[in-house]
């Protein structure tokens, strides 16, 4: 039975998903944009899944310093439709 990748991404924009790829790598993250062919996934970083760091003094909210960079909460990754071999759904808890 052959799958229509596109259209279940479609079905779930902006929803966190699990993907398995046909070389055995598996992501998970939110469906950010979907095109002809390709879905970008919206991966969140260690810091989002783990939380800010509760001391103040360890970042600051506006501007930058040296040795400051701001941080990324979601890394973007594009991915083939002809690569994905598993789309699923996938709890996302706060």
């Known amino acids: 039975m052959e799958t229509n990748y596109q259209s279940l991404a479609w079905n779930n924009v902006n929803k966190y998903v699990g993907m398995t790829t046909n070389d055995g790598q598996t992501h998970d993250g939110f469906i950010a944009h979907v095109d002809q062919d390709y ?23 506006f501007g930058y310093y040296p040795g400051f960079y701001p941080r990324r909460r ?14 699923y759904l996938l709890p996302f808890f706060i």
Do not use: C, D, K
């Not at 879905?39 to 909210?61: C, D, F, H, K, W």
């Not at 979601?74 to 991915?79: A, G, H, N, Q, S």
């Open 39 to 61: 879905v970008t996934l919206a991966i969140p970083s260690n810091e989002m899944m783990n939380g800010m760091p509760a001391n103040a003094s360890t970042y600051r909210q």
């Open 74 to 87: 979601f890394y973007p990754r594009r991915i083939p439709f002809g690569a994905i071999t598993a789309l």
